[in-house]
């Protein structure tokens, strides 16, 4: 069981109710007060009897604060089900459970155990016949049932070499010439339907009084039937190494950015390909997840994965091998594989591979989905959707760091709004709510993507201009201040208008101003706008001097 610090979390009931994947809320004795749709069936177990592993998993979870991870089995409708569990304190004597159901890759190694019986039980095995030549090597007997498909009289008056398939390496005549005897020796030979046929062929050589050879009875055992099995078991054998090692690939890595790119690499190397792709899909499209090796330009691939599952084919004087993933019957990507146009060509085992590979690369690519959307859920203001605070700062950290890398300036604005208390008293809380969200509409109306903006909390807000100097920061400023007079009409009373104050301060490239100070200025700066009359913008200086109201 692994338990890591985090703070609480607190998330909508509509928020949980669009997870895909199981998601519960729990009381501290383990009673269920919320199940999203997908845990319907969990919760009516957890409902009918406490289990002590969950009612563990709940108290310790809510005695050190702390979120805490398990792997449980719990009955189930079809069976046993093994989940993996998470477990974060959300509340008063609550928990949000999420949970992910890996009883489908727990039956992976069976499912492929039952494969090899299934081969077995597929074989048939024709039955043997006798057979006798005379001193020219021709047949002068053959089993009244025939043999190989032949009747036995169409086999009469012939040699064996007419139906002898060759082999590298193999004396396909040895059992029927040999002076002495032979046994189970293997040979090939042509069936009446063109089909070639595995032959164990025991014989012994008739000797005349004078020691020549007059003949030679034997017998044949067809053995295409195990020599297919053999060949099966040991390509479905081969089939479970390869897939063992892709999905211990997967597990192996912590980082869910990094799991596809371990997928792809290890699918690369089970496979012999010279390199392979693994595509996310969203938004009716196909989107580059990671790579590895040599690859081409996958689009006309990916055109015919939209409306098929599996694509073989040459592409651009390459070799193309793909399939679809799924999770749940849903496709959410797409596994490339690719190799030179003089390479071996894609066989069948090959394609039941990648079949499989994509079931694993599936299930990852649901699992980098769901852990995608906890993230953001954890990193995003629920009202404005911008970034909440800690996600800002920590954000703002790893931006500050490349400044001096980069020698490059950042301006720092904190925005706090003017008599909001009054829009709350007056006209309401969602009204209140309708504020901050136009407020949000005005930053990023006047931000660029690679701008951060975020609230930090209750009406503070905070802007972070990416290369921003002090001229760019100003502008910025006005351009807001200037956009707020649209906030006029969520104001409390004409006396006590909705106004932004805005405090900035500019980091310049050759400044040795730590991140710490930078804040502290631009929070000073704010609040000095606050006690000076508001709606309107203070710059704080590397100096300390400091100009007001667009006269820097």
């Known amino acids: 069981m692994q ?15 669009s997870l895909p994947n199981p998601a519960l809320v729990l009381r501290g004795d383990g009673s269920v007060l919320f199940a999203n749709q997908a845990a319907t069936s969990l919760s009516q177990v957890l409902s009918q009897e406490p289990f002590v592993a969950v009612l563990n998993l709940v108290k310790a979870c809510l005695e050190t604060g702390r979120s805490h991870s398990d792997r449980l089995m719990l009955p189930g409708r079809l069976g046993p089900m093994l989940l993996d569990v998470s477990l974060l304190p959300c509340g008063e004597d609550q928990v949000l459970m999420l949970v992910r ?22 074989v ?18 053959v089993s009244p049932r025939g043999a190989l498909g032949h009747r036995a009289d169409q086999l009469i008056g012939h040699q064996p070499e007419e139906f002898l398939v060759e082999q590298p390496g193999v004396d396909g005549l040895l059992p029927f010439h040999s002076m002495k005897p032979q046994e189970e ?80 690499e290890a699918t690369v190397g089970a496979l012999g390909a010279a390199g392979g792709q693994v595509f996310r899909y969203d938004a009716s499209r196909f989107i580059p997840a990671a790579s590895y090796g040599i690859v081409t330009v996958a689009t006309e691939v990916l055109a015919v994965l939209a409306s098929q599952d599996v694509f073989i084919g040459q592409i651009e004087g390459r070799l193309a091998l793909a399939a679809v993933t799924r999770h749940h019957h849903k496709i959410n990507g797409s596994v490339v594989l690719w190799r030179e146009a003089d390479g071996i060509p894609w066989g069948e085992d090959e394609q039941a591979m990648l079949d499989d590979v994509a079931n694993q690369i599936g299930l ?155 804040l502290a200025r631009a929070d000073a700066a704010m609040y000095a706008v606050k006690r000076q009359g508001k709606g309107t913008y203070r710059l704080a200086e590397n100096e300390e001097t400091v100009s007001q109201g667009g006269t820097p």
């Open 3 to 17: 338990a890591r610090s985090i703070d609480k979390v607190v998330l909508a009931e509509s928020a949980l109710a």
């Open 101 to 122: 159901d890996i009883t489908l890759e727990s039956n992976l190694r069976s499912t492929l155990v039952e494969s090899r019986q299934r081969y077995k039980d597929l």
């Open 124 to 141: 048939e095995i024709s039955s043997d016949f006798a057979w006798e030549l005379d001193d020219e090597g021709r047949f002068i007997f």
């Open 185 to 264: 020796v293997e040979i090939w030979m042509r069936k009446a339907d063109g089909q070639a046929a595995c032959l164990l062929v025991s014989s012994s050589p008739l000797l005349n009084n004078e020691g020549l050879r007059r003949g030679v009875r034997g017998v044949c055992r067809d053995v295409t039937g195990e020599r297919a099995r053999d060949a099966a078991l040991a390509r479905a054998h081969n089939r479970e190494r390869l897939i063992s090692y892709i999905v211990q690939a997967i597990r192996d890595v912590v980082d869910p950015a990094e799991i596809l790119s371990a997928a792809v």
């Open 364 to 518: 990852a690519n649901e699992q980098i989905a769901n852990h995608e959307r906890i993230v953001t859920l954890s990193r995003t203001d629920a009202l404005t959707g911008l970034f909440n605070r800690r996600a800002f700062f920590e954000e703002l950290s790893r931006r500050f760091t490349r400044l001096a890398r980069d020698n490059r300036s950042a301006a720092l604005i904190y925005v706090d709004l003017d008599n909001f208390k009054a829009v709350n008293d007056v006209h309401g809380h969602k009204r209140g709510d309708e504020a901050l969200q136009a407020v949000r509409d005005i930053l990023i109306r006047h931000s660029r993507p690679i701008d951060l903006v975020a609230r930090l909390g209750g009406d503070e807000f905070a802007i972070w201009l990416e290369g921003a100097d002090k001229e760019i920061a100003i502008r910025r400023c006005q351009e807001i201040l200037d956009a707020a007079s649209e906030l006029s009409v969520f104001s409390g009373s004409p006396d006590r208008r909705l106004t932004l104050s805005l405090g900035v301060a500019v980091h310049e490239p050759s400044s040795l101003e730590h991140q710490n100070d930078l």
